[in-house]
Every structure is written in C-alpha cells, then in structure tokens.
C-alpha cells in the first residue's frame, strides 16, 4: 500500500467519523434546533471528528466506485440518526404526557409557539417540553451523547454497520413505549381530574339549576395546576429517569448493529 492510499483511506476514516457526528446532530433535540446555526453544528461535528478519528484503530478502505462510499456514508449517518432518535422519542414522551394533561384540564386548543423547533404546542405540552429540555442539559444529556458517539466507533467501528432484525426490533420496542410512559408523566393530572368529572357529573345530575362547564373548568384548571405543583418533584426524577433509561438503551442497541 503506498502513501496515495494511506491517505485516500485516513480521509475516507474521517469522512464516516465526521458524517456520524452529523446525524446525531440532525435530529437529537437541542442540537437539531432552529436556535443553533447549520454552521454551528457542522463545525462542532468538524471538530469532534478531528479528536475522535485518530482514537480509532481500524481503518476502513476506500471503495473503489462512488457507490461504495456512498453506502458507506448513509450507513455512519443511520447510526448518528439512531442515537439522535432514542433521545427524541424521551422528548415525545414528556411532550405527549403535556398533550394529555392539556386536553383534561381544557387547555387542548390553546397553542403556543416553540421557537425552538418552529411549531406551536398546547401549553402544557410546551411547559414539558422545556422542562425536559432543562433536565436533559443539568444531567450532562448533550456530553453523554457526544460520548456514547464517540464510544460507538469501538462498538460499531466505521464501515461495519449491520442493521440487524435485533436492532429493529429494539427501536420498534422503543416506539411503542412512547404511549404508555408519557400516561405514566401524566398519570397524577389525568387521576385528579377524572375524579372532579365524576363528581361534576353526579352534581349535574343531582342538581341540573348548576351550570357544570361554568363552575367546572375553572375547578379543573386550578386543580390541574395544583397537581403539577406538587408532582414536579416526582416528575423531573421520573423524566431524568427516562432520560438515563434512554441513554443505557443506546448502547444497547449500538451492541446490536454488528
């Protein structure tokens, strides 16, 4: 092998180091949002290639057609997108478990403008998202993400990828908790004003003088915000919780991809 090679090589190493870096940055919440400039996020990937490429041992081959290296692209942009996609689908949770505690205590048309992601939430929704946001960065989320990146070159050494039946079956386990974890976020507020709908409901019927959407939304409102209150405590340890849950998962999977 001469010194053209060598060189073709070591450059195709950081080129796959540097395009997994990059999908982590698409889609993981904080780094892929509006606030942060495309600039931005390529050079922080430019930058952690150039620490992580010379740590890696293996050095993969050139292709000898385009084809070649552009398979070998999407593949170190899939495992950047998988580690980004574990971490949104923690973000949906505690957002979803906001949608539902909207839609219990009547708030489910009031919408509010995310000028992070360039959407509008309902507000609750918005309000756990951002407080996830805030747990995500107390934690070191955004350096443990960077780490388990760079972890994934011993794991997963470039040009290596395998996306096997194991590893999709993770994702898809992964998916379909999403439903019942943010039930679980919102499980005090959702308890709470269903016990105020059936006491409303029997005063309807006992008393029907009452005008229950009147007197009761306003109940519901103020009880709703009481209840956040007093679970946010619990809240904010259970989402950290969901959040280190989400981090072991990645390895996890990451151990699966070869």
Same mark, same amino acid.
């Not at 489910?108 to 747990?135: E, R």
């Given at each position: 092998m001469n010194l053209a090679d060598i060189l073709s090589n070591y450059t195709y190493l950081y080129l796959l180091v540097f395009i997994r870096f990059m999908g982590l940055f698409l889609l993981t919440p904080v780094f892929s949002s509006r606030v942060v400039p495309v600039r931005v996020r390529v050079g922080l990937a430019f930058l952690m290639a150039l620490v992580s490429a010379p740590l890696i041992s293996n050095t993969p081959v050139l292709p000898a057609n385009e084809l070649g290296i552009f398979i070998g692209v999407l593949r170190e942009l899939l495992v950047g997108i998988i580690i980004g996609f574990i971490t949104l689908l923690t973000f949906a949770?505690?957002?979803?478990?906001?949608?539902?505690?909207?839609?219990?205590?009547?708030?489910?048309?009031?919408?509010?403008?995310?000028?992070?992601?360039?959407?509008?939430?309902?507000?609750?929704?918005?309000?756990?998202?951002?407080?996830?946001?805030? &747990?995500?960065?107390?934690?070191?989320?955004?350096?443990?993400?960077?780490?388990?990146?760079?972890?994934?070159?011993? &794991?997963?050494?470039?040009?290596?990828?395998?996306?096997?039946?194991?590893?999709?079956?993770?994702?898809?386990?992964?998916?379909?908790?999403?439903?019942?974890?943010?039930?679980?976020?919102?499980?005090?507020?959702?308890?709470?004003?269903?016990?105020?709908?059936?006491?409303?409901?029997?005063?309807?019927?006992?008393?029907?003088?009452?005008?229950?959407?009147?007197?009761?939304?306003? &109940?519901?409102?103020?009880?709703?915000?009481?209840?956040?209150?007093?679970?946010?405590g619990t809240m904010m340890r259970f989402s950290a919780q969901l959040f280190e849950e989400s981090f072991r998962y990645i390895y996890n999977l990451l151990r699966n991809l070869l």
């Open positions: 949770v505690i957002q979803l478990a906001g949608r539902f505690v909207d839609m219990r205590m009547g708030f489910a048309i009031v919408n509010v403008a995310d000028p992070i992601h360039g959407t509008t939430l309902p507000l609750m929704g918005q309000y756990k998202n951002i407080l996830a946001t805030l &747990i995500f960065l107390s934690i070191n989320g955004h350096h443990i993400l960077i780490r388990a990146v760079h972890d994934s070159f011993l &794991i997963v050494p470039p040009g290596s990828i395998v996306l096997t039946n194991r590893a999709l079956s993770l994702i898809i386990r992964k998916s379909s908790d999403l439903f019942l974890l943010a039930f679980k976020v919102a499980l005090p507020v959702i308890a709470t004003l269903f016990i105020v709908d059936l006491i409303l409901g029997f005063m309807a019927r006992t008393m029907p003088q009452l005008h229950v959407f009147v007197v009761g939304l306003p &109940i519901k409102i103020t009880l709703g915000l009481v209840i956040l209150f007093f679970s946010l």
